[in-house]
């Protein structure tokens, strides 16, 4: 996906975070930020150990436990990094527990296809969200940040498994497909909703901290994402 981090960085995205997080509500953000993105590793951890009780054989199982182990390593980076600032990791995360469980219990699998599924659909939709909010973040926050999005494999497992269950039964993509759009939208409602109600984090999207989005630029994001979600769609067999 396209992302507007090509270009040369300027304002908070040139500073280290010892000189950016001297503005207390650009400290506020990031707090938020990694506490959200602690959270969804957390989340995404206990979501594929169970997913993994799904898993069709031996080998899928032990794929997504691999996949899963990835995900808390991602977890215990951004816990250790909320320390080292001075946060409490449980008291950051705290304020978006609710609606990412929220989130999972509207949005649980009935089966293993619905579960990559949502695994390479709805990750990927929140990873594209933080890589667009890391372009505007100090060196040292963006360089953690993208590093925790790394791709774990379940995109390239999932796109294998899903296209070869829809060539042997291509009744299957209907259903997966309707699964998808509902996941795309079901995503988008929850970021939105947690940016809003943290004003830190809102006010940095919105251009309140220097270098942060306008508003024009928070439809144009959001656009970007829609477009990178119509393209995994496409490498699923699926129709977005």
């Not at 054989?57 to 436990?65: G, Q, R, Y």
């Not at 963006?142 to 796109?159: E, I, P, Q, W």
Request: negative net charge; aromatic residues 6%; hydrophobic residues 45%.
């Amino acid at each position: 996906m396209e992302t507007p981090d090509n270009a040369t960085p300027t304002g908070i995205a040139a500073e280290d975070w010892a000189t950016a997080s001297a503005e207390p509500q650009y400290r506020a953000a990031v707090i938020d930020l990694l506490g959200a993105l602690a959270y969804g590793e957390l989340a995404a951890f206990e979501r594929l150990a169970e997913d993994a009780k799904l898993a069709p054989t031996l080998a899928d199982k032990a794929e997504l436990a691999k996949m899963a182990s990835a995900e808390f390593h991602h977890f215990e980076q951004l816990r250790n990094r909320l320390a080292a600032v001075d946060a409490e990791p449980t008291e950051a995360m705290e304020p978006f527990a609710k609606a990412l469980d929220d989130f999972h219990r509207q949005t649980a699998p009935s089966d293993w296809l619905e579960g990559l599924v949502k695994a390479y659909v709805g990750d990927s939709i929140a990873s594209d969200f933080y890589r667009e909010v890391a372009a505007r973040l100090d060196s040292d926050t963006r360089g953690l940040v993208l590093s925790v999005l790394d791709d774990t494999g379940h995109g390239n497992f999932a796109v294998e498994k899903v296209r070869a269950a829809i060539d042997a039964d291509p009744r299957v993509g209907g259903r997966l497909a309707l699964w998808a759009r509902r996941l795309m939208g079901e995503a988008l409602s929850q970021a939105q909703r947690v940016v809003a109600e943290r004003d830190a984090l809102s006010t940095m999207l919105v251009g309140g901290v220097a270098d942060g989005f306008d508003l024009a630029e928070v439809g144009r994001m959001f656009s970007r994402i829609t477009e990178a979600h119509t393209k995994r769609m496409a490498a699923l067999g699926l129709a977005a």
